[in-house]
């Protein structure tokens, strides 16, 4: 076990830089340990709120209170110039989201981090292969987490990088601690998900793949949002920090989230890491495709191996049903903010929310792999591009 996390660490190490790498078996996984080390309860967190819902809940899991971001209507970064004075000198943390793969701008958070004496926590799960500054996201804050489940495919698996070596050691207790054992069951549905997702879809028998992702932990939601249920929330928060109360929130689309890996998944994943360059490679490829398309959004500086590319359309929800007829799945939503989402019982509300709010109306996540398919069905479906405008104030 030791020897296969050694591995899959050390080729994670070499893309950083030489940073110090703990596998985990989950990005949110990477995250709770990452916040609960470096947050004391009761602090407030910055964080977009274009975001996946299951962050949100990790960061009430480890019993801090979220803030939500001011962001830019274009890529949905956050907004540092937006933020006002008063909300920085309250923050514990500052934690970004690199959505979809567009790097947030972490020189200037880290440069604001380091003003203020308080951690930058880097979420990377999008943003394996893209860089900022002329350095990879990820190296910029005392901990970053990264996902095997998005560029490689994984669907497990994950890193906590460390800028301090000298924490490994306690992180690596306090992930060992709250790991489930690997389980025979898990590890046999994990290996045969592949082919029963494939043998599925083969046979275009969608609502029989969408029961078999369901069956697999891999899709609970009946709206882009999962039910909030305020008031088991409400009765969960005085438990926190821990994961047990917030057990049926954090685990959503992922119910393996902390479960140690066998010596299958472990193999699995290795390959796939192997196979990064050529995957970043192709997602590079296709989104320059897509950005140079009237759907696109400039960049700040080279083109990014984005995970998903957030294309800017009119009638979203046209486009998603132009792109179903061709059988192409859209995915990675986070509409609404999370502010409107959760409302200011649960979290500190956006000084600036409108912003986020365009963008998550308007982003349509584009997988850059499926880029001229995509592109072809929006331009015959008539579908218009949204035209959104700079943050006012924004500096980038």
Request: overall charge positive.
């Amino acid at each position: 076990m030791v020897s296969a996390y050694a591995e899959l660490e050390g080729r994670m190490r070499d893309r950083l830089g030489g940073r110090e790498c703990l596998y985990v078996p989950s990005c949110r996984f990477g995250l709770y340990l990452a916040l609960r080390h470096w947050c004391e309860p009761g602090g407030r967190v910055l964080m977009s709120p274009v975001n996946d819902d299951v962050i949100f809940f990790v960061v009430l899991a480890a019993g801090l209170r979220p803030v939500q971001a001011p962001l830019d209507p274009l890529d949905g970064s956050i907004d540092p110039a937006a933020v006002p004075e008063a909300v920085w000198q309250g923050l514990s943390a500052v934690v970004t989201t690199n959505l979809y793969g567009n790097p947030d701008p972490a020189p200037e958070l880290r440069a604001r981090c380091d003003r203020l004496g308080i951690p930058l926590i880097e979420d990377a799960a999008h943003a394996i292969g893209s860089t900022v500054g002329g350095r990879p996201v990820g190296t910029y804050g005392e901990a970053s987490v990264f996902s095997l489940s998005k560029h490689t495919a994984a669907k497990t698996g994950g890193f906590l990088a460390l800028a301090d070596p000298e924490r490994r050691e306690e992180l690596a207790a306090a992930r060992d601690a709250l790991l489930h054992p690997p389980r025979r069951t898990g590890e046999l549905a994990y290996l045969a998900r592949p082919y029963a997702e494939a043998a599925v879809r083969g046979l275009r028998l969608v609502r029989a793949a969408r029961a078999t992702l369901r069956l697999l932990g891999a899709e609970e939601r009946a709206e882009i949002r999962m039910p909030l249920r305020a008031g088991a929330l409400t009765r969960a928060l005085p438990a926190a920090p821990a994961l047990e109360p917030f057990h049926s929130w954090v685990r959503v689309d992922m119910h393996d989230y902390r479960l140690g890996p066998g010596p299958g998944r472990l193999r699995r994943t290795t390959r796939r890491l192997a196979r990064l360059d050529d995957v970043l490679a192709a997602h590079r490829a296709g989104t320059e495709r897509l950005l140079a398309s009237e759907y696109g959004t400039p960049g700040n500086g080279g083109v990014q191996p984005l995970f998903r590319v957030p294309l800017l359309v009119d009638d979203r929800d046209g486009a998603i049903a132009a792109l179903a007829r061709s059988r192409i799945t859209t995915g990675y939503l986070y509409d609404p903010p999370l502010d409107s989402y959760a409302g200011e019982a649960f979290t500190d509300l956006s000084p600036a929310p409108e912003p986020a709010a365009r963008f998550a109306r308007h982003a349509l996540p584009v997988d850059p792999r499926r880029a001229d398919e995509v592109l072809a069905v929006l331009r015959t479906a008539g579908i218009r591009p949204a035209h959104l405008s700079p943050t006012p104030g924004g500096a980038r």
